[in-house]
T-cell receptor, first 116, second 114 residues
Framework: AQKVTQAQTEISVVEKEDVTLDCVYE???????LFWYKQPPSGELVFLIR??????QNEISGRYSWNFQKSTSSFNFTITASQVVDSAVYFC?????????????FGQGTRLTINP | DGGITQSPKYLFRKEGQNVTLSCEQN?????MYWYRQDPGQGLRLIYY???????QKGDIAEGYSVSREKKESFPLTVTSAQKNPTAFYLC?????????????FGEGSRLTVL
């Protein structure tokens, strides 16, 4: 069965520090997709990135970067020079295709607090 | 603007009552989903639907029911059989063509059972 583990329940750092959110996944599929979502206090999940299993290149988008390592089944997310607006709950997710239906399996989430 | 609208945002219910949460999308997505969020447990899938008039149980379907009579709408009923219904409920939709795309989420409905 698909499984996503985010071992860090809560992280608190001071503004401008770099912070890495860990994500480890389990799957028997050879083709799969990994996602990161941000959930601000408003509640809506905001899509950040999708990565397919054949693309292990790291990706950078502004202060955000993602490190996908198939060998360790990890898809970690780093925020550089964190800001108070980055405070949110972050979810890692894994695609799960069941009889043609596409679903997402989510990790438990990491609550990130950036203190001024 | 295109998006997903969930209502109500907050709902209080007495034990033993059924309650229906609304989810409407104007993104022309075929697939729709209901997730439940509890503290420390992430999001768990309740029901999902790939096309109109068809839906499947997710991991925690017991005590819930859904319908998909229109492409735009996927209401969730929390029945009195659901033993612990207090939670945050999130509706999502997705385009089913092409590669696995991301889910688009509504702002959620918070249900409290008194």
């Amino acid at each position: 069965a698909q499984k996503v583990t985010q071992a860090q329940t809560e992280i608190s750092v001071v503004e401008k520090e770099d912070v890495t959110l860990d994500c480890v996944y389990e799957t028997r599929d050879t083709t799969y997709y990994l996602f990161w979502y941000k959930q601000p206090p408003s509640g809506e999940l905001v899509f950040l990135i999708r990565r397919n299993s054949f693309d292990e290149q790291n990706e950078i988008s502004g202060r955000y970067s993602w490190n996908f390592q198939k060998s360790t089944s990890s898809f970690n997310f780093t925020i550089t020079a964190s800001q108070v607006v980055d405070s949110a709950v972050y979810f890692c997710a894994l695609s799960d295709e069941d009889q043609g239906a596409q679903k997402l399996v989510f990790g438990q989430g990491t609550r990130l607090t950036i203190n001024p | 603007d295109g998006g997903i609208t969930q209502s109500p945002k907050y709902l209080f219910r007495k034990e033993g009552q059924n309650v229906t949460l609304s989810c409407e999308q104007n993104l022309n997505h075929d697939a729709m989903y209901w997730y439940r969020q509890d503290p420390g447990q992430g999001l768990r899938l309740i029901y999902y639907s790939q096309i109109v008039n068809d839906f499947q149980k997710g991991d925690i379907a017991e005590g819930y029911s859904v319908s998909r009579e229109k492409k735009e709408s996927f209401p969730l009923t929390v029945t009195s059989a659901q033993k612990n219904p207090t939670a945050f409920y999130l509706c999502a939709s997705k385009w089913t063509g092409g590669n696995t795309g991301e889910l688009f989420f509504g702002e959620g409905s918070r249900l409290t059972v008194l």
